[in-house]
């Protein structure tokens, strides 16, 4: 398989590719990503070495938090991105990948702060917060 990705926005005025490899799935149900995404958010990440945007007009950042913003396109309103300051990857929100993604989801993060509205119940694997044992979780 390829180990190039593309993926964008709903409406397509940001566009970006992948050359390289893509982490597999997390979903993150902090309080954050939850107000970003309508739901918890699916987020795949690439290291920044590898991501280019290719259309990116319409991309904007909002500072979410101290040391981390989020990238969304200011005509359709997906969120797509998420960076944290002095971190060599970025997050991608995995359902802006074009299909098929190869990719699998692998942990739920925060799951102490999931909504009170679903159960997660897929039997993958969970953590009440990031995920200590590789370092790589979203905040
Ligand atoms: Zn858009
Ligand atoms: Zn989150």
Sequence with gaps: MSN???GGCLCGEVRYVVNGPLRDVVNCHCGQ??????????YSAA?????????????KWYQSSAQARRGFCSVCGASLFWASQGDDYIAIAAGTLDQPTGLRTVAHIYVADAG????????????????????????
């Design 4 to 6: 190039t990705h593309n």
């Design 33 to 42: 990503c939850r107000r970003t995404h309508g739901h918890f958010a699916a």
């Design 47 to 59: 290291s920044l070495g590898d991501f280019k945007l290719t259309n990116s007009g319409s991309l």
């Design 116 to 139: 009170d509205y679903y159960t997660i119940a897929d039997g993958v694997e969970t953590y009440p917060g990031t995920m200590r044992e590789s370092g790589s979780g979203d905040r």
